[in-house]
């Protein structure tokens, strides 16, 4: 009977680490190599505060699509990451806006009602010494992560 019960337990801890693993997999920030000479990150289900250091931290300035809930908890833990964006999309509110003391700071901030529209939006501020940063923290995050996914697959060349 004791047996029994620690390999139900270790089978349990098992599963626990592998589900740990998959989520660690899926929550950590991903470099997708270049596209159109940029450099391309994303991340699903980021913390706010690490997205305000990572933004921060790239030599570039940011082209970031994002969720509008990433958008506005980040920005309003620190709103100097500003500073290091080029251009703010958010791909699930076609009617975003920053605050008006922001607006100025960043040259592009545009909202869309999906992640196509968020495409063609990014693929017209392409540039060299650039980032893009794609983060996802919605309920759909999975479904944005094959999104984004699939989309870079078309468009980049290998």
């Known amino acids: 009977m004791e047996k ?22 899926t929550t950590t920030m991903r470099s997708h190599g270049k596209l159109w000479g940029m450099d391309v990150f994303s991340w699903f289900l980021p913390d706010p505060e690490l997205i305000t250091n990572t933004l921060s931290a790239f030599p570039f300035h940011v082209i970031w699509l994002a969720n509008e809930n990433d958008i506005i908890r980040t920005i309003h833990d620190d709103n100097t990451i500003v500073n290091n964006l ?7 509110n076609s009617i975003f806006s920053l605050p008006e003391n922001l607006l100025n700071e960043v040259k592009h901030v545009i ?16 540039g060299t010494q650039r980032v893009l940063m794609f983060t996802s923290s919605s309920e759909s995050w999975e479904e944005d992560k094959l999104n984004f996914e699939n989309y870079l697959s078309m468009v980049q060349i290998k």
Do not use: P, W
């Not at 029994?4 to 997999?25: A, G, P, T, V």
């Not at 080029?86 to 699930?92: S, T």
């Open 4 to 25: 029994k019960q620690d390999l139900n337990l270790e089978n349990r801890l098992l599963d626990f680490r592998k589900e740990s693993l998959k989520k660690l997999n």
């Open 111 to 126: 909202g869309t009602k999906n992640l196509i529209s968020a495409f063609e939006c990014f693929q017209m501020l392409q």
């Open 86 to 92: 080029h251009a703010v999309i958010c791909y699930d």
